[in-house]
């Protein structure tokens, strides 16, 4: 069984191929009287739409999605809610060298290996173009929760980090980059820039945070908050790491410098756990970063195999993104608002 769906109250599945004539997802699960249309998920898809500047992918798509159902005179009707995006302009002859060999940091060889058969063109489902649909899917979750504000920026491209003394939200609009830091902006344009022209790409880390998420949320055993955090963002293309709160950062403090010390309120004197205790949202702040590799279809030839098992040597050709952390900062925003959505309904479910 090939698993496309993802949720458990409010659960969505997507379907289509990068190379096919459309991509789409059905949303499930959504409560009815919501005030929904096309404009609501258009200016999440534009955060991620190819072609918009130098520093991504060149092809061209305006992913105007269309609402096929679940919707009658503007409100959710509690049915499913279809969403479709048209594919415009599909290159397949850019992967023709793909048919023959397998690109070595892409999923070529292990979609074979699974299924004895690939679509090659763009990489199939293995396409971040698939995430459109979970963009498209996370503007609806959004609307579930309108108590919850979630920004999601880069905090670290090609191993250059921001100066947190310098963090400016109003900066992250005002780049191509998704950068809070006007300074950190204009270094990583250049490594952007120098990675393209080598044929070359970079990774990035990608932080969200959710604010006005109550307590409450989440589950002390099997469907801990960031655990299904977790799993969301590490279901995301190139996604190779995730940390909640300190993270990483944590095992190397002393307890009494880790524990989020608590007043009356109550109140929190730190947040290192992330705005997550036990499982459960303590009402803080909900912080999640997301490292991704760097793109693996370069220019820069490299050693791999074909099916037969014979040695040879590919350089992928096509538009691809130099960064693919530029634009996974929506799609990141996008699953945190289907996952604090879908705890949002299960806690109205058990606890009222």
Same mark, same amino acid.
């Given at each position: 069984m090939s698993v496309n769906s993802f949720g458990r109250v409010l659960r969505f599945t997507t379907w289509g191929e990068s190379h096919g004539?459309?991509? /789409?997802a059905v949303v499930d699960g959504c409560p009815p009287g919501i005030a929904l249309s096309e404009a609501d998920i258009r200016p999440w898809l534009d955060k991620r739409r190819p $072609?918009?500047? !130098?520093?991504t992918t060149q !092809?061209?798509?305006?992913?105007?999605?269309?609402?096929?159902? $679940?919707?009658?005179?503007? !409100?959710?009707?509690?049915?499913?809610? /279809? =969403?479709?995006?048209?594919n415009e302009d599909q290159r397949s002859k850019d992967y023709s060298d793909v048919a023959k060999a397998y690109r070595p940091g892409h999923a070529d060889y292990t979609y074979d290996a699974k299924y004895g058969f690939r679509d090659w063109r763009g990489g199939g489902r293995s396409s971040a173009r698939e995430t459109a649909m979970r963009v498209a899917a996370g503007a609806v979750a959004r609307l579930i929760i309108p108590e919850v504000r979630i920004l999601a920026y880069l905090v670290e491209l090609g191993g250059d980090s921001i100066d947190r003394d310098n963090f400016d939200a109003a900066a992250i609009g005002q780049n191509? =980059?998704?950068?809070?830091?006007?300074?950190a902006a204009q270094r990583w344009e250049q490594k952007v820039d120098e990675a393209r022209k080598a044929g070359s790409s970079l990774g990035a880390v990608v932080e969200c945070v959710a604010e006005g998420v109550p307590a409450g949320w989440g589950a002390p055993v099997y469907a801990k908050l960031d655990a299904e955090l977790a799993s969301a963002m590490m279901s995301i293309n190139a996604a190779k790491g995730v940390e909640i709160g300190d993270g990483f950062a944590a095992a190397r403090l002393r307890g009494e410098d880790n524990a989020d010390a608590m007043r009356a309120g109550p109140t929190f004197l730190s947040n290192?756990? $992330? /705005?997550?205790? $036990?499982g459960i949202s303590s009402g803080q702040p909900v912080v999640v970063r997301t490292a991704f590799k760097p793109t693996?279809?370069?220019?820069?030839p490299m050693p791999t195999i074909d099916?037969? /098992?014979?040695?040879?040597?590919?350089?992928?050709k096509g538009r691809h993104d130099p960064c693919v952390g530029i634009r996974a900062v929506p799609v990141v925003e996008a699953m945190m608002a289907l996952v604090l959505a879908d705890q949002k309904l299960l806690h109205r479910a058990q606890c009222g």
């Open positions: 004539p459309a991509i /789409g $072609g918009a500047s !130098r520093f !092809r061209r798509e305006s992913d105007q999605v269309r609402i096929l159902s $679940g919707t009658f005179e503007g !409100r959710t009707t509690g049915t499913p809610i /279809g =969403l479709l995006i048209e191509a =980059l998704n950068c809070p830091e006007a300074a290192h756990a $992330g /705005g997550i205790l $036990g693996s279809s370069i220019l820069t099916r037969e /098992g014979n040695e040879t040597e590919i350089s992928t």
